[in-house]
């Protein structure tokens, strides 16, 4: 055997294995005799019976700088011990090939080859296999066809199953199918391709026939630009250059990329910092450099170990609204390159675009239905959630469910990796900075990470008491999410925590603001929920209907557990406080009502929160809200609603969500929920024909539209789109659904009028045997829109911004005057107050006297302090202030009321009522603030209520807010 290479062959590191023993690989097919059932070679032949029949070497060939191992080999043929050489069923030869190429395969796999010795070495020392992320070619006459012949359980499986081999095209040619047809005989049997085959063999009794048996293997990061198998036609001139021989030429074109082996990546970027990411290709020292226009280069370096195991930067103090560039390059001389600009300050108004979408399979990739994004010049993009499929066999992770780091590790780089010449997330993530959060199949189908292990009907997280965010699987799934994606790592306290579920757990949610243009908070919404409940089977059974639309109000259920609904309370404020006109709200599960096919993994399963997320936003007059969500692989759009319990009316808010659909998931919503719908008995055979027959995509979307308001409409729910909402929207182009496409959604805000435009792209979707069959086809799908619309921003009913004048008394909404003594509050702090009224028409009774119904009876009131950038600050020992109530003095003098028959009147969340607290004044009530003191005005019917304490009154959660209810009922006697 010999080599040839026009590259330099670094021959220092060649390693050879001619002198390694069969036995010596573990569990090998050493050969029995059936007769005996003992070994068919002693122990003094097997201690040096070599397993190597000929050759096996890895060479290192160093092209522009790269290295790539060439592993050559010439495996036994797997024939010719039959009887009367050997007797019936030893099978030297074909356990023999087996085991010769199953060393290959052992090599390539991190932690298979431990085993292996080299022909400097022995047993006792070993080198072990490639080192895992090497690049590799393997070459050779294998001897052995996936489907046909005599190989030993087609042996050469062993490696074309290989994750990290590139089977992405199989060469072949037009002279192996001639040749099988005139042949006939032993041809006739086969199941393989013969456009495949590689060798000529005897075709008569008892002969093989023609089969694939030589191969250039390239490892999963070197593209084949082109490869063939040698055997022209018999009409070719060149057909006599095959007759001398019965194998056949095979090659392969390869490109041997300098990039990256995932290329490079930016992500969580803010105004002053951002995260670096890369894999290197090699162990040794990754150079990370960056540098902006009139600041100097900056230089890290990391070591890397293990090659599957990404590197990531924080970068911090960056200048706001700044274009900085940066570098990566491994110890192997592959680099990568890429950009990104910081967010603007928080009063810029600048305009901002960028994208979402969600939910792809490694096997359908390279994903063409994003390849339009890098293009789109987007400050951010969201990764939504399903970015892999953990439970979804591929082609790098060939079993059911990934469970170890590696199977994890594998299927993020089979997804940003290269297939088929090409690469659509690498331009993405290189410079268009990255917000991701997870949804289920980062882990497996369908988790809740704050219910038990045990509550798993399928034993996926084990039997134990622990909560399934405490589990191996949850925690490894998790773990490679985050070395995978460029964002900082963070996590909640792991003490001292409100909600025990989310204590010591990574921190997924994110709040960032871009200028005044937008707020965005991007959630978790898998890691901290409760189980799902038991889903509705039988739509017509009303008892089942009622008992889950009950159910899902229970309070004490959550999606997002506790800590984190505080933080969207919050941030939500913040940003209608710093005057931020759009806010964002990036959760993978939609929270519009869909209805009751899917609900219990929705927002509808967990409906108490959904309220009190949806109420918040309306009580406290939270302006251009926009719910943005994937999961359901469609684009479909709705203003949000919500109720106060089952069966009570909606209540509309000014909020509406967008869904996206996704990058590539077999079939997309539309056939999907149909054929769903008709198994579980919602629709019926005629109705699922009626759609099918359906002559275009927009008809198909049509029909998907009027399918879903008819779950709707019975449920009290608004119908699909934004026609007759509250949202002041325009449709431009297609509908408010997309129900047939893989793509994704770009969200614009212009500069100057600040009106969103909503463009939805897609390509018409595919399967993974189109894919297979015609990979350049697919490729060339183009994103189109598919459904664009326009929504002007509603004039912002902005907080109440105090400053540190002090010593004036400001009237906030007509109801609350608040004083601050001079001198109090420095000059970057801004006091915040904010009244809610109670609904309308709930009146007071009191049993003696009758009822007074008025239109408001009482307030809530909150005080919060922000600094210069918007964000929240202690208002501990900050300042003391008078809060001064009107007590609807223009009421009392209509009714003719004394002002001494005032008292207390509480709200009680519980029992959505107001109740009285005592008849005392408020500060003799009981667990009263320490300073609070109380003087009627008669002259102006004042009551005024002094707090000089406000850290002692009413903290609301965790939040550095003061919540007060105070409220002035009028009681009288007739």
Not at 696 to 719: H, V
């Amino acid at each position: 055997m010999v080599l040839y290479s026009r590259y330099p062959i670094d021959t220092d590191n060649i390693r050879t294995f001619q002198a390694f023993l069969w036995k010596d690989m573990p569990d090998a097919l050493l050969p029995f005799d059936p007769a005996t059932n003992e070994q068919w070679y002693s122990e003094e032949e097997l201690a040096v019976f070599r397993l190597s029949s000929k050759s096996h070497w890895d060479v290192p060939i160093t092209i522009d700088g790269q290295t790539i191992h060439a592993l050559v080999s010439h495996p036994t043929p797997p024939v010719f011990d039959d009887p009367p050489t050997f007797p019936e069923g030893v099978d030297f030869n074909g356990k023999r090939n087996h085991d010769e190429i199953r060393f290959w395969a052992d090599y390539i796999t991190p932690g298979a080859g431990d085993y292996i010795y080299d022909d400097s070495e022995d047993a006792a020392s070993p080198s072990g296999g490639l080192t895992p992320g090497a690049s590799f070619v393997i070459m050779g006459d294998q001897n052995a066809d996936p489907f046909d012949g005599d190989s030993t359980n087609n042996a050469i499986l062993q490696i074309l199953d290989q994750p990290n081999v590139n089977t992405s095209v199989t060469p072949s040619s037009k002279g192996g199918p001639e040749q099988a047809m005139l042949q006939d005989a032993a041809n006739d049997t086969h199941v393989g391709d013969p456009a495949y085959d590689t060798a000529d063999f005897f075709d008569g009794d008892g002969g093989s026939g023609n089969l694939r048996a030589d191969y250039v293997l390239p490892s999963i990061d070197l593209e084949i630009i082109a490869t063939s198998v040698f055997w022209p036609l018999t009409s070719n001139p060149l057909y006599q250059l095959v007759t001398n021989s019965d194998h056949r030429l095979v090659w392969a074109d390869l490109n041997v990329d300098t990039r990256l082996p995932n290329g490079v990546a930016v992500g969580d970027v803010t105004s002053t910092a951002a995260v670096l990411w890369a894999r290197s290709s090699a162990p040794g020292e990754l150079v990370f450099e960056w540098s902006s226009a009139g600041e100097g280069t900056t230089r890290v370096t990391a070591n890397v170990t293990n090659t599957l195991e990404p590197v990531k930067v924080l970068l911090d103090g960056l200048t706001p609204d700044i274009l900085y560039n940066y570098a990566v390059t491994d110890a192997a001389g592959l680099s990568g390159q890429g950009s990104f600009r910081t967010s603007a300050p928080r009063d810029a108004t600048t305009g901002l675009s960028f994208g979402v979408t969600g939910d792809w399979r490694g096997e359908l990739s390279p994903y063409p239905a994003i390849k339009n994004v890098a293009d789109r010049a987007l400050d951010f993009f969201v990764l939504h959630g399903d970015t892999i499929y953990a439970d979804y066999a591929s082609p790098a992770v060939n079993v059911p469910q990934a469970e170890t780091l590696e199977d994890y590790r594998w299927k993020y780089a089979e997804g940003y990796g290269t297939r088929f010449g090409q690469n659509a997330w690498e331009a993405i993530r290189a410079s268009v900075p990255i917000l991701a959060t997870i949804d289920d199949h980062e882990v497996t189908n369908d988790f809740a990470g704050g219910a038990p292990a045990s509550s798993d009907l399928q034993g996926r997280f084990g039997d134990g008491d622990e909560l399934i965010n405490d589990t191996p699987l949850f925690d490894t799934g998790l773990q490679v999410f985050q070395e995978y994606n460029p964002i900082r790592d963070e996590w909640y306290p792991g003490q001292d925590t409100a909600d025990d579920r989310m204590a010591g757990e990574r921190k997924l949610y994110r709040y960032n603001t871009y200028g005044s243009d937008a707020a965005v908070m991007v959630l978790d919404n898998r890691s901290f929920r409760d189980a799902q409940l038991p889903g509705v089977t039988n739509p017509s059974d009303m008892n089942q209907v009622n008992a889950f639309l009950i159910n899902s109000f229970d309070p004490n259920r959550t999606m997002l557990g506790e800590l984190q609904v505080e933080d969207l309370k919050r941030d939500l404020l913040a940003a209608q406080h710093a005057g931020i006109t759009w806010k964002f709200v990036m959760v993978p599960e939609p929270i519009q009502n869909l209805g009751l096919l899917g609900a219990p993994d929705r927002f509808e399963g967990y409906a108490a929160e959904r309220t009190e997320i949806l109420q918040y936003i309306d009580d406290y007059g939270i302006e251009n809200v926009v719910f943005v969500a994937a999961d359901i692989h469609a684009t479909l759009v709705n203003n949000l609603t919500y109720q106060q319990g089952p069966g009570q009316p909606q209540i509309p808010t000014n909020a509406f969500e967008v869904t996206t659909g996704a990058v590539a998931f077999e079939r997309p919503l539309g056939p999907e929920a149909v054929d769903l719908a008709f198994q579980s008995g919602f629709i019926s055979e005629a109705v699922k024909q009626a759609y099918e027959s359906q002559p275009t995509r927009e008809a198909r979307d049509a029909f998907i539209k009027t399918l879903t308001n008819e779950q709707l409409t019975p449920l009290g729910y608004d119908p699909v789109g934004l026609e007759g909402s509250p949202i002041d929207a325009t449709l431009v182009q297609g509908d408010y659904i997309s129900a047939h496409t893989y793509g994704w959604t770009e969200f614009d805000i212009d500069s100057q009028t600040q009106e969103l435009t909503v463009t939805t792209y897609g390509i018409d979707y595919y399967t993974e045997k189109e894919l297979l069959t015609d990979p350049q086809s697919v490729w060339q799908r183009t994103p189109e829109v598919v459904s664009e619309f326009v929504v002007a921003p509603t004039n912002q009913q902005s907080l109440t911004r105090i400053g540190s004048e002090g010593g004036q008394a400001v009237s906030v909404d007509g109801n609350v005057t608040v004083n601050i003594p001079a001198g109090l509050l420095s000059d970057d702090i801004d006091l915040v107050v904010r009244t809610i009224g109670k609904p309308a028409g709930q009146g007071i009774t009191d049993i003696n006297t009758g009822t007074l119904g008025v239109d408001q009876l009482g307030y809530y009131f909150d005080i919060l302090a922000f600094d210069s950038n918007g964000q929240e600050v202690e208002i501990s020992d900050l300042f003391s202030v008078t809060l001064e109530l009107n007590p609807f003095a223009d009421i009392i003098a209509e009714k003719g009321l004394q002002p001494e028959n005032m008292r207390m009147l509480n709200w009680d969340e519980a029992n959505n009522t107001w109740v009285f607290a005592t008849d005392a004044p408020p500060c003799q009530l009981s667990g009263a603030p320490d300073g609070c003191r109380e003087e009627y005005l008669a002259a102006t019917n004042q009551l005024v209520v002094y707090l000089d304490h406000l850290t002692s009154f009413a903290p609301v959660g965790e939040t550095n807010q003061l919540r007060g209810s105070v409220a002035l009922p009028l009681v009288f006697n007739r």
